[in-house]
């Protein structure tokens, strides 16, 4: 970035005649929140047009705030912007600090506050603060009647704020006043312009097809693939092409640089940074306080994940993996802070300032068996329902799988944008995925074959695997997605151009390209019929074909919950009362708690979490059987039915749940309620005690009221 600059000029009266258009000068200060080319110091321009359309996801609305002894600048600012965005008007700076405290304008416009430099002196307060730093400003000085240009106050301006530059780009500080209100109005313009997600603003809006690269920055600090990612961001801000760079987080549970460290020296090159969210690594606690930092950082952009399990060893061994949230909780703390997230400090509730944040998911359409695929469909209703924004899909090459997640969306009204995830597949990574080494992405055997035969060429592949890239770049724009997610590892940025070029170049004859993208897994199942015609598919589901399982402990259970735990059995009061006098003897209550853990221990391998998702999960306990204790079906790292870190092994229990459910035609169920995570707080307590009497997350859905415990546990009444 540039040393701020100023820009000076003289204002018009004729759209306001309460102004003497010869009593006032505009100095337009150009703060350290605008964006420059590093090559010439020009402003680069971000801003894109965003057509109004029919959408759930919106930009917030805009808001600036006038802090001046004469309200006519107000008037002048609500005139020049038309009144698109709101103006906030305070007489006084002390006015202006608290506004600024308790609204977070975007924008900050300064006018005549008093003693000469008293607007300058009041705008180096506000770069000084904590808060109002956070917004941009602009600096409108009234001068005398005269219109006289004091050298000392231009020194001064100097001095304090930069380099001086005109607005009419001359060397002349004054301009003829039909040029001043145009050119205040750009400004104003400009800057609230300069606010808005860019990224946001460009997958939200149908008129453009919004492209996104992925870069892996790897360990270490002072690292070359680190110096290569910031390269990377710096060619794709000046090319124009890319909407965001797409920083990783520790993929394949491997340790890296953190994401928000890269990502902000991304965001000063002039391009909006993605920030992944894995919560393999992180408590709940760490991923809030991960967000208020982004937030400070104005980093509003996250692609929420579940993460992959660690697998390689680490220091001195494996890490122990957190997962203390799952992909949908971790949109609905970001749904709360973005509504104003409530908190207790020394016993005082308050709302916090509300976020921004534009929260992204990863969904992979490429499963191979029904209870898989479902799964996959069912937790994608409970992200949007949670609060995701857009959609990133999972690695793979079977169109039909692409086109059914279109038409699952189309078919459940879900109006949310899709990036298709383009990967430039080498020999190396397509073995990788092949052998299942990179969970969630799939690539078959036939796919494999064609790109063995295809390294064996002069260039090793590397002209096919581009082509093949720029054909799914065709596709994506033929299909209606809103944009491509390109990633590869150790792609150059000038292979990234090559395959925008040569896609956009593919594009009419994208239909062509079908069959080159079928790559059907053995007995795979998809969730549409095949059009024969097209080779995409009808919009007629396919016939669920997946036998139903009946386990003994499943039936057990549910005859159980039904005589003991149902608010409606006979024997629910009876229940209750028990556990209410139970708990008020500290031995009854251990006692209680000994029988239910081993009890639970030899039928569902309890591991004494106190707050049980037998319930959500046909019986099948997630702490003791999900490595990822996922309380809202599966994550995207099973294969072939298989668990991600068990494979060949153990069944992913939500394929187990699934085929369960199936025997009472509750399938569909899985994708109903959103489970909250596990309250740690009721850690080695009974279950049953904590539901009977209200504290844990079952009962309080059932609206059993609750008791307080006994014991110290933050449970309240």
Same mark, same amino acid.
């Given at each position: 970035?540039?040393? %701020?600059?100023?820009?000076?000029?003289?204002?018009?009266?004729?759209?306001?005649?309460?102004?003497?258009?010869?009593?006032?000068?505009?100095?337009?200060?150009?703060?350290?929140?605008?964006?420059?080319?590093?090559?010439?110091?020009?402003?680069?321009?971000?801003?894109?047009?965003?057509?109004?359309? =029919?959408?759930?996801?919106?930009?917030?609305?805009? /808001?600036?705030?006038?802090?001046?002894?004469?309200?006519?600048?107000?008037? #002048?600012?609500?005139?020049?912007?038309? @009144?698109?965005?709101?103006?906030?008007?305070?007489?006084?700076?002390?006015?202006?600090?608290?506004?600024?405290?308790?609204?977070?304008?975007?924008?900050?416009?300064?006018?005549?506050? &008093?003693?000469?430099?008293?607007?300058?002196?009041?705008?180096?307060?506000?770069?000084? &603060?904590?808060? /109002?730093?956070?917004?941009?400003?602009? *600096?409108?000085?009234?001068? =005398?009647?005269?219109?006289?240009?004091?050298?000392?106050?231009?020194?001064?301006?100097?001095?304090?704020?930069?380099?001086?530059?005109? +607005? /009419?780009?001359?060397?002349?500080?004054?301009?003829?006043?039909?040029?001043?209100?145009?050119?205040?109005?750009?400004?104003?313009?400009?800057?609230?312009?300069?606010?808005?997600?860019?990224?946001?603003?460009?997958?939200?809006?149908?008129?453009?097809?919004?492209?996104?690269?992925?870069?892996?920055?790897? %360990?270490?600090?002072?690292?070359?693939?680190?110096?290569?990612?910031?390269?990377?961001?710096?060619?794709?801000?000046?090319?124009?092409?890319?909407?965001?760079?797409?920083?990783?987080?520790?993929?394949?549970?491997?340790?890296?640089?953190?994401?928000?460290?890269?990502?902000?020296?991304?965001?000063?090159?002039?391009? @909006?940074?993605?920030?992944?969210?894995?919560?393999?690594?992180?408590?709940? =606690?760490?991923?809030?306080?991960?967000?208020?930092?982004?937030?400070?950082?104005?980093?509003? =952009? #996250?692609?929420?994940?579940?993460?992959?399990?660690?697998?390689?060893?680490?220091?001195?061994?494996?890490?122990?993996?957190?997962?203390?949230?799952? /992909?949908?909780?971790?949109?609905?703390?970001?749904?709360?802070?973005?509504?104003?997230?409530?908190?207790?400090?020394?016993?005082?509730?308050?709302?916090?300032?509300?976020?921004?944040?534009?929260?992204?998911?990863?969904?992979?359409?490429?499963?191979?068996?029904?209870?898989?695929?479902?799964?996959?469909?069912?937790?994608?209703?409970?992200? *949007?329902?949670?609060?995701?924004?857009?959609?990133?899909?999972? #690695?793979?090459?079977?169109?039909?799988?692409?086109?059914?997640?279109?038409?699952?969306?189309?078919?459940?009204?879900?109006?949310?944008?899709? *990036?298709?995830?383009?990967?430039? +597949?080498?020999?190396?990574?397509?073995?990788?995925?092949?052998?299942?080494?990179?969970?969630?992405?799939?690539?078959?055997?036939?796919?494999?074959?064609?790109?063995?035969?295809?390294?064996?060429?002069?260039?090793?592949?590397?002209?096919?695997?581009?082509?093949?890239?720029?054909?799914?770049?065709?596709?994506?724009?033929?299909? &209606?997605?809103?944009?491509?997610?390109?990633?590869?590892?150790?792609?150059?940025?000038?292979?990234?151009?090559?395959?925008?070029?040569?896609?956009?170049?593919?594009?009419? &004859?994208?239909?062509?390209?079908?069959?080159?993208?079928?790559?059907?897994?053995?007995?795979?199942?998809?969730?549409?019929?095949?059009?024969?015609?097209?080779?995409?598919?009808?919009?007629?589901?396919?016939?669920?074909?997946? @036998?139903?399982?009946?386990?003994?402990?499943?039936?057990?259970?549910?005859?159980?919950?039904?005589? +003991?735990?149902?608010?409606?059995?006979?024997?629910?009061?009876?229940?209750?009362?028990?556990?209410?006098?139970?708990?008020?003897?500290?031995?009854?209550?251990?006692?209680?708690?000994?029988?239910?853990?081993?009890?639970?221990?030899?039928?569902?391998?309890?591991?004494?979490?106190?707050?049980?998702?037998?319930?959500?999960?046909?019986?099948?306990?997630? #702490?003791?059987?999900?490595?990822?204790?996922?309380?809202?079906?599966?994550?995207?790292?099973?294969?072939?039915?298989?668990?991600?870190?068990?494979?060949?092994?153990?069944?992913?229990?939500?394929?187990?749940?699934?085929?369960?459910?199936?025997?009472?035609?509750?399938?569909?169920?899985?994708?109903?309620?959103?489970? %909250?995570?596990?309250?740690?707080?009721?850690?080695?307590?009974?279950?049953?005690?904590?539901?009977?009497?209200?504290?844990?997350?079952?009962?309080?859905?059932?609206?059993?009221?609750?008791?307080?415990?006994?014991?110290?546990?933050?449970?309240? @009444?």
């Amino acid at each position: 970035m540039s040393n %701020p600059g100023l820009a000076r000029a003289q204002l018009s009266s004729s759209p306001c005649p309460q102004i003497n258009p010869m009593a006032a000068k505009v100095y337009i200060s150009l703060d350290v929140r605008d964006s420059y080319n590093e090559k010439d110091g020009k402003l680069i321009e971000l801003t894109r047009r965003v057509r109004a359309f =029919n959408m759930k996801q919106t930009d917030r609305p805009q /808001s600036i705030l006038v802090v001046s002894r004469e309200p006519e600048l107000a008037e #002048v600012t609500r005139q020049v912007t038309e @009144e698109a965005v709101s103006v906030e008007y305070a007489p006084d700076e002390a006015a202006g600090l608290r506004q600024i405290r308790e609204k977070h304008p975007d924008l900050v416009i300064l006018g005549h506050l &008093g003693p000469p430099g008293a607007a300058l002196e009041y705008y180096r307060k506000l770069r000084e &603060g904590w808060i /109002s730093r956070h917004a941009s400003l602009l *600096v409108v000085s009234l001068n =005398n009647p005269e219109n006289l240009h004091s050298d000392s106050g231009d020194k001064y301006l100097a001095a304090e704020i930069g380099e001086n530059s005109f +607005l /009419s780009g001359s060397a002349s500080p004054l301009l003829p006043s039909r040029y001043i209100l145009p050119g205040l109005k750009e400004m104003i313009n400009r800057k609230l312009a300069e606010r808005k997600n860019k990224f946001r603003s460009s997958i939200l809006n149908p008129d453009i097809f919004c492209l996104a690269l992925e870069q892996i920055p790897g %360990p270490g600090a002072f690292e070359m693939r680190q110096e290569t990612v910031l390269e990377n961001a710096r060619k794709a801000a000046q090319g124009g092409k890319i909407c965001a760079i797409s920083i990783t987080d520790n993929p394949g549970g491997n340790p890296a640089i953190a994401t928000d460290i890269l990502c902000a020296e991304i965001r000063h090159l002039g391009i @909006e940074p993605i920030v992944h969210i894995a919560m393999r690594d992180k408590s709940r =606690n760490q991923v809030e306080s991960l967000l208020y930092q982004l937030a400070a950082l104005e980093i509003n =952009n #996250v692609l929420v994940l579940t993460g992959d399990y660690p697998l390689i060893a680490g220091f001195e061994g494996k890490s122990s993996p957190v997962f203390d949230l799952d /992909s949908v909780n971790g949109l609905r703390l970001i749904s709360e802070m973005n509504r104003g997230m409530e908190h207790e400090i020394m016993g005082k509730r308050g709302r916090l300032s509300p976020t921004h944040f534009f929260a992204g998911v990863a969904f992979s359409p490429f499963k191979q068996m029904e209870a898989e695929m479902m799964g996959q469909y069912y937790k994608l209703k409970k992200k *949007v329902e949670a609060g995701a924004d857009f959609i990133i899909t999972q #690695v793979g090459y079977d169109v039909r799988k692409l086109h059914e997640l279109k038409l699952w969306l189309e078919s459940n009204r879900y109006n949310i944008p899709v *990036v298709m995830n383009i990967y430039v +597949l080498s020999l190396q990574a397509a073995r990788a995925m092949r052998n299942n080494r990179v969970p969630g992405c799939v690539v078959t055997d036939d796919l494999l074959a064609r790109i063995e035969a295809e390294s064996k060429g002069p260039d090793k592949g590397r002209s096919a695997r581009l082509e093949r890239a720029a054909k799914m770049f065709a596709i994506a724009k033929g299909l &209606g997605f809103r944009g491509a997610y390109i990633s590869g590892q150790g792609l150059p940025y000038e292979s990234v151009e090559y395959i925008i070029h040569r896609g956009q170049e593919l594009t009419p &004859g994208w239909r062509d390209f079908i069959p080159e993208f079928d790559y059907p897994q053995e007995n795979g199942f998809y969730f549409f019929k095949k059009d024969a015609k097209t080779g995409l598919n009808l919009e007629i589901s396919a016939p669920r074909l997946q @036998e139903p399982a009946r386990p003994l402990i499943y039936l057990f259970s549910l005859a159980v919950h039904k005589s +003991l735990f149902e608010p409606k059995s006979p024997l629910f009061k009876l229940m209750r009362a028990l556990a209410r006098f139970v708990d008020s003897a500290d031995l009854l209550r251990k006692l209680l708690a000994s029988l239910e853990f081993w009890t639970k221990a030899i039928l569902y391998g309890c591991q004494d979490c106190g707050d049980c998702a037998l319930f959500d999960v046909a019986y099948l306990c997630p #702490v003791s059987q999900c490595p990822k204790d996922q309380r809202n079906a599966p994550c995207g790292g099973s294969f072939q039915g298989w668990c991600e870190v068990y494979p060949y092994e153990k069944q992913c229990i939500w394929v187990r749940a699934y085929q369960r459910l199936k025997t009472q035609h509750r399938e569909g169920s899985i994708g109903e309620i959103i489970v %909250p995570p596990r309250d740690w707080g009721l850690q080695q307590t009974s279950s049953w005690l904590n539901y009977f009497l209200g504290r844990d997350h079952v009962s309080k859905r059932a609206g059993i009221a609750g008791f307080p415990s006994p014991r110290r546990t933050g449970i309240e @009444e």
